[in-house]
């Protein structure tokens, strides 16, 4: 069965140092979503794409964030200089249409620790 | 802000009794799903419910859509420990993005 992959797992940095999550979406999916869940809270929405461009962006996925898709499988997001409150889970996932029946689809998440 | 509050927050059961988890908004859903979380995991969908009154169900768990569209349950039948996790229902509001709000989540551990 298809499924959502992220890369890597978990990673590491530094505050202030720039890092870039990436997601593999199910193959013929076009709506791609970023979440992030901070130990011991609720998943919150970060941003939706389609069309190669944002869609909806929430109040959290401020100037620092950024997404893109830079080929046709490939979908990332970048934390240019990361802060110390930017740890959490970060989950990717991908729909395949807008119809309220069409599921959208998680992968593993990346753990991100920003010391 | 659309917000589904869950309850319980935390449930701690012996194995083979029932529960009924609940998730509850002011707002209407166009869909709610269901998931389900390991810990350091992804969300695990279980369950889509679209229509308003609709049951669905999966083995020992039945999901049901409150005919508003408003809330929704979750009944475990004879619980076991491999159903210990974190029980997450997602709404969808509709929109251009159709992002999905979650809720707070229902920890449930099933004692063997």
């Known amino acids: 069965e298809p499924e959502v992959t992220q890369t890597p797992s978990h990673q590491v940095t530094q505050m202030g140092q720039e890092v870039i999550l990436r997601c593999v979406p199910i193959?013929?999916?076009?709506?791609f979503y970023w979440y992030r869940q901070i130990l011991g809270q609720k998943v919150e929405f970060l941003v939706s794409f389609y069309n190669n461009e944002i869609s909806e962006k929430s109040e959290i996925f401020d100037d620092q964030f950024s997404v893109e898709r830079p080929d046709g499988s490939n979908f990332t997001l970048k934390i240019r200089s990361t802060k110390l409150e930017d740890s959490a889970m970060y989950f990717c996932?991908?729909?395949?249409?807008?119809?309220?029946?069409?599921?959208?689809?998680f992968g593993p998440g990346t753990r991100l620790t920003v010391l | 802000t659309q917000l589904l509050e869950q309850s319980p927050q935390f449930l701690s059961i012996q194995e083979g009794e029932n529960l009924t988890v609940y998730c509850n908004s002011s707002s209407v859903f166009s869909s709610l799903q269901w998931y389900r979380q390991e810990p350091g995991e992804g969300p695990v969908l279980l369950v889509t419910?679209?229509?308003?009154?609709e049951v669905k169900k999966l083995k020992r768990l039945t999901f049901q859509f409150g005919d508003a569209r408003k809330d929704s349950s979750l009944h475990i039948t004879a619980a076991q420990p491999g159903d210990t996790g974190l029980y997450l229902c997602a709404g969808l509001f509709g929109g251009a993005t159709n992002k999905l709000i979650f809720g707070t989540g229902t920890l449930l551990a099933v004692q063997p």
């Open positions: 419910v679209v229509t308003g009154g």
């Open positions: 996932a991908s729909r395949r249409g807008a119809g309220f029946t069409d599921t959208q689809y």
């Open positions: 193959s013929n999916h076009l709506y």
